[in-house]
DNA sequence: ATTAGCACTCGACCGTTTAGAGTGCTAACA
DNA sequence: TGTTAGCACTCTAAACGGTCGAGTGCTAAT
């Protein structure tokens, strides 16, 4: 059997109600939608018996609705990312309101979205900060604090990405420092972190005099990649307005993971281009968020991709509420950082 | 009619099964235990109905057993604090497992604490970062960013509290920069933060020539105190183990309190001298948190207090526990924090 | 191919019953 | 006078049975 048009239409109306009513769908209520055109209830239950054939319906037990299963969701969302992700007007507004551009620092920005796009959407909302390697370094600096130990800046047009303590040679005066970061900063400003660790490599060389203090520099440089990404969370209440979470313990191991770095970033793992990743159900491959799906893309910062920003709610979730949000928010998130970039 | 000796062993009796169990307590159950001597049940009804006569207990309804009312708690409350605060051993070796103090950064530090105390404790912690005036200046760099933009450091003991870009004069050059920043260090370092602003404006007044950049550098200093204090949070999902946030709309509204830095540092607010802070119940002031107890405390950085460490629970919560966890973090904290500052 | 009709299923809801936990009161007791 | 055994009473939670209604699947007619 196949699925044809009439059944496609059939499921998308049903898919429709489920988001919106949370209780299983029955023949009668599709036969009474305009859309699907004047069908009688048992025609569609009949459509529904193949559709649940086909593995696109779940039936709780023998005398309810149907429910749409994971593969359905598939099928929609694959039907909604086709199609063009136009944010409302109205919504843009809203989402401009929340989202204040006023914010200074990366960390306020990129929480300032999470909570936008957490309030629009009424889900809650992950974002990562922009990764290292989409930045250009701006300076490198080295702050004495004491004898023998300076505090090394990384700057980069988004701000300090990195400050850490090092040890310096000994006999390093204030003014060494200052020279030295003067030629690193001349050497290196303008390049992107991966060319600078390349650059770096060869300047080590060069000098073996400040051996140990490049070395220092060197690696911490080298961690500026490797750190684990900060991400931000933003609206975890929302989770509790849906009832699929109104079981305690559900609603305890979701947060557990959004409390939980490692696997709130295994979860919005997106794919590189400027595109979505949905995942529905168990394909978020956790068992805590079975019950779960995780809409999430990358944001760019110039041609760089940066970071990624999603949402995380029930399976069923307004998929195409939730999409040109994300997509809008994307767009203004990577053309803000990339305007502080060149400010 | 007074609370005798009696009474008051039976109220706690009460209190500590409730915070067990919270089912409401009857009679039967205390006469059971033997720590109140072998009273019959009967008795303890009688003491039961003074109690609540008393305002210390309330009754659901009039079959059920008693439960706490705040006044209880309170009185409770009030004498665990008489008590030592002894951590037992085991306890605190759990809490140094949890409490990595490999922590560079004091942000690292303050989650890290805020994580230990929710682990052991299985309620929500929330942990402030300590306050600028807690701090001491070690040093003030300005780094050259562009053409008449800098970026201003204040870096103390405990790292970079502010770092913002300010306008400097034009003809500034880096070395001018540097020079500046030498000068600055020079006469601030060591200072408290109160006692940097004004040293700021006598400087400020002194050198009228780079009236421009060095307002820049006051404002910066200025708002460093101003800022609204950092919170961290750990254990949210904890909140849900507890049956009085089975009912998710309730649970709804604490966790979005948890998400509303203001409320959150409203509820935090803690007496300054190094000693807890009790709300219970409609005592936290707030609607949202009305079933909530919170336990908060100041921890210090040398002699000054810095910041407040805290848990936030059910009004039933094991306080007895709580205390001394709280109390012995504080002062691991302090420490941390006060060695990282001489290092 | 569609649909009216009908028997059937099953959860939600309601009123009733029952069991049990707990109370308050009274009268007896030390 | 304080304590307690005893008992009637209260109220909830759980179990039970019946009914309602939403929804299905199937069949036969169109």
Redesign the pocket.
Known sequence: MQIDD?KYRILMAIIDDYIMTA???????ISKKQAIG?????????E??DL?ELGFLD????????IPSSKAYRLYVEQLLRGAHRLPPEEARQLRVHFDRRARQVEDVILGAAQAISDVTRYTAVVTLPKAQAMHIRRIQLVPVAENTALLLVVTDLGIIKDTVIQVDGQLTPDHLHEISNMLTEQLSGLSMDQTRERMMEISGAFAARRHTLKGILDAVEEVGQGPKDIMVGGRANLLHYPEYSDAEKARAVLAVLETRDKLLRLMQAAPQMAFTIRIGDETGMPETSGCSVVSMTYRIGDETAGTIGVIGPTRMQYARVIPVLDYMGKALGELLSDQETR
């Open positions: 009439r209780m299983p769908v029955g023949s009668r209520t004047g069908l009688s209830s048992a025609t569609i239950r009949n529904m018996s649940e039936q709780p037990h023998t005398s309810a609705g149907r």
